[in-house]
């Protein structure tokens, strides 16, 4: 669909009234009503195979993608990443929690001594800083992109379990929200006016994912062969609107995750997967 179509389509059947705010629970079962109108048929937990969800050809060559994933070479080198000892001598698997398994549905986390959000990517950068090493730039590729595409595929079949809980999270969880609905860039859409409410429409010959179950199957690898963590897709997104994306890592885009996982609580995880 070309942009003044979609803009068109967009003003007949989008009012981006934001939706009532009562809490995480409400907003979650608002996108849920929202897409159950919108995505008739397609069971929630489809969701997370996004603009695939209602194309049963799609699916199928999905399905023969993962069978052998053509980045499994860059996996295994995030494999490397996370095995290679740090000069002191510790590993990921010492510094984090259950060894760094089955853990990264717990995140975005609240700490509510730092007063801020705390993602998986900052835990593994969060090791390395205590041992001494440089961290990862959480927008480079090569390094915290792969370490994160197999660290997180050690949470695989995991369900999200976000938790927002007390005055401090909430506020955290609220400017996330906010700055989902927000209207950015040149060409004034919020993420919410695609991935809420045009979930299920066409862009670009691409169908449009819902915001549930997004955040569940990251980091992706689009062509089968770019890596993109959460926040790199993000900045796509936000440049595609012309909108100025904020830095991978930046706490705007960490609350934002906070807000974005929620929506995916109780969906199983899964790293690493293939993307047009
Ligand atoms: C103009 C419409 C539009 C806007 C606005 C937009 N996106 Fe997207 N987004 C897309 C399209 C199209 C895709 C690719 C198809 C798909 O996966 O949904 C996509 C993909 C994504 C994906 C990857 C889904 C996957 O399964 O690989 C995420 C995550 C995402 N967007 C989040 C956001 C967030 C967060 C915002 C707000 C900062 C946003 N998007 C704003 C259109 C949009």
Redesign the pocket.
Known sequence: MNRSRLAAVLATFCLLAPLAQAGPEEDRAAFLATFARKLPGVAVDDYVY??LLDNADARSHYEDIMAFPPFLPDVERGRDLWEKPFRNGGTYADCLPDSGRMIAGKYPQYDPVEDRVITFEMLLNRCRAAAGEPEYGYGDRATMGLLTAYARSLSDGMPMQIRVEGPGALAKYEAGRR??FRRIGQ?N???A???LHNAGGV??M????PAIG?AA?FP?FRGGETVYT?HM??IR??E??RAQPFPAGSEAFND?EYF?SYLSNGLPLQASVY?R
């Open positions: 996004g603009s700055l989902f060409m859409f919020a993420c006016t695609c991935h862009m670009r691409e169908t449009i994912s997004q199957h992706v959460l897709r993000y997104c936000m595609q609107v934002l974005h993307r």
